[in-house]
């Protein structure tokens, strides 16, 4: 019999303190990530990171970003952090965006956009969007919601998207093609300049989904132009035509938080809703939300004020160096490697197949987390995820350990099983 969710409503109110210490309980059994055990869901900047968030958070808690005339503050910190983050990605000075509450958000407004825009410019009545298999599931959620068909294409040996497919699927229906900066399964940037080309010769929008690298790659080309450059793949690419970067990701910022940039603030209109018929009154947003609150807005302001370029910097070379030295200690062991050639902070773990002893990588999941290490599975193909942030880089040496250690166990047990990237409940 399925058990009910219903509860009895609370009659009588209980103490602060009891609330605050009832809470903090429930967090028991919760990942450990403020000590560098979660690769991914949470990245953290260290504590003066947290301190400025946690601050401006208490500022701003309660403000609400639905009207901006009341909440100057709020508008102001949108613009600032659009218009930063507009420099940062090279976007030209008509260039225009929005905060969004994250990645998720910020794609579906870019499917809405796009959708819209090719109904208006070229009358596209069944739009389509092409991406490639490793494109975010956002963008599969976002057809699902605004009404349009997936062209899926395959990637290729180096996991980035195959060109010859994509430029066979793409035609005059296309509203949107997508390219990754990078893709969140092995951790590669897709050819953007190639495919924001494909989406020109035809009039489509070309959305980069940088929500992972939008501010890493900036930074690792000025650390280490030879290793950790990539070729043009932002809005100094002609044809990208929107973009998104979070951050509540590599931002270092708390949850709820995420930007997207249109190359002009006419293709900026297309991802707006503006109604005028309603006995409320005017109802006109910038994104999905309607209430929006002011907390995770600010925060992220404060974080990329107290960092600035150059704290930016120092995160993204000890994040990249704790990848590197993952990757390499990966590499070592017999059974096991990294696909592809990722560069930057992802990577993903698989069964090596040429080896004559391929490791389980979920029994090696299971081994890592019986010792308090979080890695979210994937697949296809099998592959244990990280998302390496600077929060990771002191406990590398000890994970580098366990992994030698859970490697051994994992040979000698039965199969483990496979997660979920997202759950219901
Ligand atoms: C995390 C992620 C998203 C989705 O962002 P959310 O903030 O989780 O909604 C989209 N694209 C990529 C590449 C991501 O890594």
Redesign the pocket.
Known sequence: MASSTIGPFPISGTPVDEVVRELDAKRDNDVRWAEGRTFGLVFDGGDEVRDVAERAARLFLHENALNTSAFPSLGEIQSELCGWTADLLHGPPETAGFLTS????S?LCAVEAARERARAERSVAEPEIVLAESA?A?FHKGAHLFGLQTRVVPVTDAWTVDLDAMADAVGPNTALVVA?A???PQGVVDPVAEIAELAAGVGASCHV?A??GGFVLPFATIEEPDAWDSPPWDLAVDGVTSI?A?L??LGYAPKGA?VILHRSRQLRRYQTFDFDGWLGGRYVTPNLQGTRSGLPMAAAWAVVRHLGADGYRRLVRSAIETADRIRTGVRAIDGITVPGDPRHHLLSIVSDTSSDEPIDVFALGDALAARSWHHDRQGPPDGLHLTVSAGNAPVVDEWLDDLFAAAIEARAAAPGTVTDYATLE
């Open positions: 994250g990645g998720t958000e794609i975010h956002a990754s990078p893709q969140y989904d929500c992972m998104s979070d509540h990701k995420s």
